[in-house]
């Protein structure tokens, strides 16, 4: 129990507890992850991506690596459920991303969400690098965690850009009153 921050009997209440809510979290990450599955069965089922978008994917492919980051020694210490749930994660997102470039409907959409993924990628090592490069210990470690906590909004708010897409495909059917709502 010490790889999870337990120092045995002379643990605190409030150690406990943080540790617990973090084991929970991780819990209630992994469902996170895995909900998305009926959709990649059925996307392997028909051989086709449909109208489903990738993105909200590679958000949060860059939110699990940012926040990966975040949790190994080299920026903080003594975070490990946030280095395990963010790993597993990140793999969680590179497959379903995987997925997404091996049943797309067309070579441009292939080619689209293949340039997208590199960009995620760069963009993290970018983050790294910067981070290294040009921080010491405590600015690095706060830079990571601000860019985590936008790295965090950003995948929650991915899913809006579906809503606004569907909302003005469908805008001739929303009566005039409505939409000046």
């Not at 507890?17 to 998305?36: E, H, M, Q, Y």
């Not at 809006?160 to 009153?177: G, M, Q, R």
Request: net charge positive; proline share 4%.
């Amino acid at each position: 129990m010490a790889s999870f921050g337990f120092s045995g009997a002379s643990s605190s209440y409030h150690d406990l507890c943080c540790n617990g809510a973090g084991i929970a979290g991780n819990i209630f990450a992994f469902v996170l992850f895995v909900s998305p599955l009926p959709t990649f069965r059925r996307i392997v089922r028909n051989g086709s991506t449909e109208q489903f978008s990738a993105m909200p994917y590679l958000y949060s492919l860059l939110n699990c690596l940012v926040c990966m980051w975040y949790a190994l020694p080299l920026v903080s210490s003594g975070v490990v459920l946030i280095a395990t749930v963010n790993t597993i994660g990140a793999a969680f997102q590179l497959a379903y991303t995987a997925v997404f470039i091996a049943y797309a409907d067309t070579k441009k959409q292939r080619l689209k969400v293949s340039l997208l993924l590199v960009g995620v990628l760069c963009a993290f090592g970018l983050i790294v690098y910067v981070s290294m490069a040009l921080f010491d210990h405590k600015p690095r470690q706060a830079l990571v965690g601000y860019l985590s906590v936008a790295s965090l909004i950003c995948m929650f708010a991915s899913p809006l850009s579906i809503i606004v897409s569907t909302v003005l495909l469908n805008l001739h059917f929303i009566t005039p009153h409505l939409a000046y709502l």
